[in-house]
């Protein structure tokens, strides 16, 4: 009986059934994206579906009568783009203009408003400091008003009889009309010392219809005033955020180094920034994004003028399109914008990676070997 019973073939175990639809996992995919297709549809319609449709504009003539996805509208291809770039004409000039503008504006900007938000910031934090509450309220309190009526304060402060020219004349200054001078504040530093006349070979030619002294001419006095203004309302909102990521280094590192000898400085620079890195490239990040976009500062204070010296490309794409009627050209320079912003911020990223990570992992296989 026992020999029979080891002589017995063994039977493998039954397989449990297969359950159908894909049992728990399978409810629970059905269910979120039950719960996601709400946004998607409306991220779809009133976001991704606008897009394509500029697009689709920036490649047409159309002149905002009627439908611009009907024959009637002519189709251009990239006739629009080209003429950006390529083409002899006011067209080209005005954008290069603009490029021009925005990249003095986006050079002083974002690193001055990074630098006084991290002081702001570095100020409110500490700890010796009385009245916290009120210093960030007041810091802050910019940030939450209107764009355009702090435009408008800034007209009248600025203005040829305004409080900054009174109280440069106090200091024996004359100032200047601010936003009827298009002088570039490069030019005027060379004329401080002299050099009044352009050379001949940044006069004779130049990149994209401009002359290299137009280039290097720096940002106009009218400029100036929009960049106080934009550094002015935008550091309160990053020193928020430096304020957040200072209260989350560990004091234990901070009472560390100065234990071992590390002054204010040293502490500063090797503590307290390489923790603070990720919330640094936020603000870079949104900094960058926000000046290429500057649109309602000009608008509300010198529409472009004086001379297109302040003119940026989000304006320019503005008045293209809703002044001129020109919509393909004007939804073309919105979408050379947006490209410059995803390259500029793709640039950003790459230089301020963590470059430690690679350095440890290509150490570890080189003594690997020596160890094996």
């Known amino acids: 009986m026992a020999t029979e019973a080891l002589r017995a073939p063994a039977t493998t175990p039954a397989k449990p059934p297969r359950r159908r639809g894909g049992g728990i996992r399978g409810n629970e995919n059905i269910a979120g994206w039950l719960f996601v297709a709400p946004v998607i549809v409306i991220l779809g319609l009133f976001l991704l579906l606008p897009i394509l ?24 291809g990239g006739d629009n783009y080209t003429r950006l770039f390529a083409d002899d004409g006011l067209d080209r000039r005005d ?12 050079g002083i900007v974002v690193p001055v408003q990074t630098a006084l938000a991290l002081g702001l910031a570095l100020v409110v ?15 802050y309190f910019p940030s939450v008003t209107s764009s355009v009526a702090i435009s408008v304060v800034f007209l009248f402060l600025f203005a040829n009889s305004g409080a900054v020219n009174r109280l440069l004349g106090l200091l024996g200054i004359n100032g200047p009309e601010w936003f009827a001078d298009s002088r570039g504040v490069l030019h005027l530093l060379l004329g401080a010392v002299g050099v009044d006349t352009p050379p001949g070979a940044l006069t004779s030619g130049g990149p994209f219809g401009l002359t290299w002294w137009d280039w290097l001419a720096g940002p106009s006095v009218a400029m100036v005033s929009i960049i106080s203004l934009v550094i002015w309302t935008t550091s309160g909102t990053f020193m928020l955020m430096f304020l957040a990521a200072l209260q989350n280094v560990p004091v234990a590192l901070d009472e560390a180094s100065t234990l071992d000898g590390a002054t204010r400085w040293q502490r500063f620079r090797h503590v307290t920034l390489p923790l603070i890195k990720p919330t640094m490239f936020l603000v870079l990040t949104l900094g960058l994004i926000g000046s290429w976009q500057v649109f309602d500062q000009v608008y509300v204070m010198s529409q472009g003028d004086p001379a297109k010296t302040t003119l940026t490309p989000a304006y320019l794409s503005y008045r293209t399109a809703f002044r001129d009627f020109d ?10 914008l947006f490209l410059i912003i995803i390259l500029l911020t793709l640039l950003q990223r790459r230089v301020m990676a963590d470059r430690d990570e690679p350095r440890r992992a290509r150490w570890w296989r080189r003594r690997v070997p020596e160890g094996s």
């Open 53 to 76: 449709m500029a697009l689709w504009v920036s490649l047409t003539d159309w002149n905002g009568q009627g439908s611009p996805f009907t024959g009637d509208v002519p189709f251009v």
């Open 95 to 106: 954008f290069m203009t603009s490029i021009r503008n925005n990249m003095y504006y986006v």
């Open 327 to 336: 919509y393909g050209s004007g939804a073309a320079i919105s979408f050379v």
């Open 125 to 139: 934090n500490n700890r010796m400091l009385k009245g916290k509450g009120f210093f960030r309220s007041a810091f």
